[in-house]
């Protein structure tokens, strides 16, 4: 292992304890709004789909997308947090009978195996509205317009246009005899992409990046949110429930287009070194600033869960 991909794994691991004890205070029973106290199987139930659980690679990208501008960990950490419950929405709802109807989520029980459907859903649409709480409080950021701005970005790419309208073309897929290359392309830089790339720009939003900047990180989390959905293709027929921490193989047993299906495994591969190698590139403007950044797009695209 060399030294800079050491330094990766240590940050990954300290940036995710930092996310985690900062979801902790977060998602608190004693939080009160409006004079209301939250609901306690309602905080169970998001505690269960947020705590404890996945990479925190969403979190970790906005955090070193700022430092590349000179913001510190902490002083991201919030933006950090607001994407990452954004995410852990979606897997509650994905997980859904409805949906992907899954069991496993992180080695554990889904949401709505754990406690029932009703409370799953309630549970997946208080995490993207505490989202939206987050985002607008001044310890995310003391600028209003930077705030605003993040609201603009996360609700686009979470929404229509991004990972609700991708996994709603993800679903339409399901019920057609074949998909070509561009519609699965499309509907995987909406459903996965979206979330990578929102984090990389928020990330530069934070430290006030130039345009020229934002554009670069803007295109290499488009990069890496390709790569992303394309390792987990490839997980998906290469390894196991038990390694993944989720059931594998369901593409294939629901006859859903995939880029694996579509190239092979080994040209897949192969797409999958391209797309570090176009990741690096579009990182070397920020000489050594970036290192961290590429060992994230290897780690990305050559994980093993």
Excluded: W
């Amino acid at each position: 292992m060399s030294n800079m991909e050491t330094q990766f794994k240590a940050l990954l691991k300290s940036h995710a304890e930092l996310v985690e004890t900062s979801l902790i205070e977060l998602l608190n029973d004693t939080a009160i709004e409006y004079e209301i106290e939250r609901p306690h199987r309602l905080m169970e139930a998001m505690r269960h789909s947020s705590l404890d659980g996945g990479k925190r690679l969403r979190p970790f990208l906005v955090m070193e997308c700022a430092a590349l501008f000179g913001i510190k960990g902490e002083n991201a950490v919030l933006a950090g947090c607001a994407l990452e419950v954004i995410h852990c929405y979606s897997l509650v709802h994905d997980d859904l009978p409805a949906m992907d109807d899954d069991d496993l989520r992180r080695g554990k029980p889904t949401t709505h195996k754990a406690y029932d459907e009703a409370t799953a859903i309630l549970a997946g649409d208080a995490l993207l509205t505490l989202a939206f709480d987050i985002l607008s409080r001044e310890e995310t950021h003391q600028d209003a317009n930077t705030r605003i701005e993040l609201v603009k970005l996360y609700a686009q790419n979470a929404g229509l246009g991004g990972m609700v309208g991708g996994q709603m073309l993800d679903l339409e897929a399901e019920t057609k005899p074949s998909i070509s290359e561009n519609e699965i392309l499309t509907l995987q830089a909406m459903k996965t992409g979206a979330l990578i790339r929102c984090a990389c720009e928020a990330g530069a939003i934070l430290g006030n990046a130039s345009k020229e900047d934002r554009k670069r990180l803007f295109e290499f989390g488009k990069i890496i949110g390709q790569a992303f959905q394309l390792a987990d293709d490839i997980l998906d027929v290469t390894s196991d429930a038990e390694t993944m921490g989720k059931q594998t193989a369901k593409d294939a047993d629901k006859g859903k287009g995939t880029l694996v299906s579509l190239y092979g495994l080994e040209a897949s591969q192969l797409r999958a070194k391209e797309l570090l190698n176009q990741a690096i590139e579009m990182l070397k403007p920020f000489g050594s600033k970036a290192d961290i950044l590429i060992e994230a797009a290897r780690f990305t695209i050559e994980r093993k869960n």
